[in-house]
């Protein structure tokens, strides 16, 4: 089944609004069989809309519209497509007594302009929309689906699990496709697709799609199995190979982050870590308790940016900052060491670089970064050469030392 997507507002063509509905919808369409071949955004006018929609419902058996269904003047997208589809605005009660139970629950007074979102277009079978005033609708033409929703992303999502899905899946013979993805870190794309070429070709052999999905430091694997989840137990076997063959690359699956695998590894094994941060400045700490039920694990940390606080709290030697200087092993050694003890953890990470933009020198130029893991094992380190993004090195820093702690950790406790 061909679909394609139309987000509507001015505010995502100019940037202010990021459109993340499409990439949902794309996601979840996908595993029920049905492809996306375009996504466009046009601006909320009558023409851009009506051009946007007549091309689509030509070329397409399923056409999703976002945006443009608010109760202010400027949101036209119901009255245009009433235009569209010949049609006339009345006032659906069903959706009317909706909309006042929505105001009555949250005691707020009902305006005019409240009372509008209940006229309905009348070739429309209507969406009740359970998580706002906006409901969706359903128009059919030239033997093609359109399906009109709003733009803030918790109603869209309601509307297409609650109703659209429901109805593409009764409507239309469409049969789910399987999805399962592999989780990396520290691994370049190109780098990767090397150490697994022979694997790559014979996953595709059987049949399996295959979509490598980087990102910042993480690279993802996809297979696909047309066929459906009645593959999941092969899917999960040529997983283990790439698992067996990368452990120190691999980190989970099915997009899971790997701050939450790194907790539930620490959780499972009954294990505590801390931090000593300088040029991250608490985004370690910040991926730590990010994750529901962290305080399991993760104790607490220190964010010693100048030297008199890595002397002050963690016990840093003047001299070793003197000699070697903030960013060097050997300070990021104490670092660690130092933490471990006033946190009274298991783990201790350490993390001293030169973040940039400036700062750097011939010896140690920007994205320059340390970082040690102390444990009662003895402490590792590492040394990471970045660019000169200041946010990008952060980053990618805290997703280094995520994973070290991860490897650490296993080969430590292995049972």
């Not at 906006?134 to 030239?142: I, L, V």
């Not at 946190?343 to 340390?370: C, F, M, N, Q, R």
Request: glycine share 8%; aromatic share 6%; charged share 25%.
């Amino acid at each position: 089944m061909r679909a394609e997507i139309i987000t509507i507002g001015d505010e995502i063509l100019i940037g202010q609004t990021v459109d993340t509905n499409s990439a949902w919808m794309g996601q979840l369409l996908s595993t029920n069989g049905i492809s996306i071949f375009r996504s466009t955004s046009i601006s909320d006018t009558k023409d851009e809309i009506i051009a946007a929609v007549d091309a689509a419902m030509q070329r397409s058996e399923l056409v999703l519209m976002t945006g443009g269904l608010g109760p202010t003047k400027d949101d036209i997208t119901k009255h245009t497509l009433c235009e569209y589809f010949e049609t006339s605005l009345k006032i659906n009660q069903e959706v009317l007594e909706g909309i006042e139970a929505f105001f009555a629950k949250r005691n707020r007074p009902m305006l005019d302009v409240n009372v509008q979102q209940a006229a309905m277009p009348e070739a429309c079978t209507v969406l009740p929309n359970k998580h706002g005033t906006a409901s969706g609708m359903w128009f059919e033409k030239y033997n093609s689906i359109l399906v009109s929703m709003p733009g803030v992303p918790y109603e869209m999502k309601g509307l297409m699990t609650e109703e659209v899905m429901p109805r593409l899946r009764e409507k239309l013979n469409i049969s789910a496709i399987y999805h399962r993805t592999l989780m990396t870190q520290g691994i370049g794309e190109s780098f990767l697709a090397e150490q697994i070429e022979d694997w790559e070709d014979k996953v595709r052999a059987e049949g399996f799609g295959l979509a490598y999905l980087p990102s910042l430091s993480t690279v993802k694997l996809r297979l696909t199995s047309p066929k459906g989840v009645e593959d999941a137990p092969r899917i999960e076997e040529l997983f283990k190979e790439i698992e067996e063959r990368l452990p120190v690359h691999v980190f989970g699956r099915d997009d899971i982050l790997l701050e939450e695998a790194v907790g539930n590894l620490l959780q499972n094994k009954g294990l505590t870590v801390g931090a000593v941060e300088s040029c991250t400045g608490g985004a370690l700490s910040a991926k730590f308790v990010s994750i529901a039920g962290s305080s399991a694990y993760y104790l607490g940390s220190l964010v010693t940016y100048t030297d008199a606080l890595k002397q002050k709290m963690v016990g840093v030697q003047k001299e070793t900052l003197a000699e070697h200087g903030a960013v060097s092993e050997q300070t990021v050694i104490e670092m660690a060491e130092g933490g471990r003890k006033v946190l009274e953890t298991d783990y201790a990470i350490a993390i001293s670089g030169i973040a940039g933009p400036d700062g750097g020198s011939e010896e140690k130029p920007v994205g320059t970064v340390w970082m040690a893991i102390a444990s009662a094992y003895g402490t590792q380190t590492r040394c990471l050469h970045l660019g000169s993004n200041r946010s990008r090195n952060i980053q990618i820093t805290v997703q280094h030392a995520l994973n070290t702690l991860r490897v650490k950790v296993l080969a430590e406790h292995p049972e």
